[in-house]
């Protein structure tokens, strides 16, 4: 009885033993060209490879490549940031604020904005016109005020009426270089920095 269970067990034991065998060498020989392509031969690549174009080979590892990981320099994810636009104008920077002073008839086409925004921008200057002649004002820059009147965002009769009303000889003009949206859009200057800066500008030019 003992020998029939001991043989039982062994005859177990090596029919176990020859399957693991047998499944061994077929996921071996059959797995080995897949593996020798597959890692291998990646690494091999990762450290062959050249670096991607505008990647930083300073601080690219060979394990970069291999994974695809792209690697650039720091000035260019700050660039790649959501709402980076090298175009951007800051309103609330003086220095994208032009102002001029100029006789009537000035020779200038104002235009509506859309209406989400309101004001006006000048379409263009009549040839020979006094503003032509000036310099100063160009085609697409937003009216922001009038002498010492803001009149940023105003519809289009309103903002003409400051100019028309003003009975002095040569008419403060100011002027924002930049667009609609930079002006009057969500990143745009609030009220009261044009509030203060128009103020500042005319009391400034008042003291002349």
Do not use: C
Request: hydrophobic share 40%.
């Amino acid at each position: 009885m003992k020998y029939i269970i001991y043989s039982t067990i062994a005859a177990s034991t090596a029919a176990m033993a020859g399957a693991f065998t047998v499944s061994s060498q077929s996921a071996f020989s059959t797995g080995n060209t897949a593996l020798s392509m597959g890692l291998f031969d990646g690494v091999k690549d990762a450290f062959s490879a050249p670096p991607a174009s505008g990647v930083s080979s300073e601080r690219e590892t060979p394990i970069d490549r291999w994974m695809g990981w792209n690697v650039k320099p720091m000035e260019e994810v700050q660039q790649s940031v959501i709402g980076k636009d090298d175009s951007f104008v800051d309103s609330m920077d003086a220095v994208n604020y032009i102002a001029t002073h100029l006789a009537k008839p000035m020779g200038i086409v104002f235009e509506e904005n859309d209406e989400e925004y309101g004001g006006i921008f000048v379409l263009s200057l009549t040839e020979g016109g006094i503003a032509e002649q000036d310099g100063t004002i160009k085609p697409g820059d937003q009216l922001v005020a009038v002498n010492q009147s803001k009149v940023a965002g105003f519809a289009f009769d309103p903002a003409l009426g400051e100019i028309v009303a003003s009975d002095k000889e040569k008419t403060k003009l100011m002027m924002f270089r930049g667009t609609q949206e930079q002006l009057y859009g969500p990143t745009g200057a609030s009220q009261e920095w044009l509030e203060e800066f128009v103020t500042k500008e005319g009391g400034e030019a008042a003291s002349e």
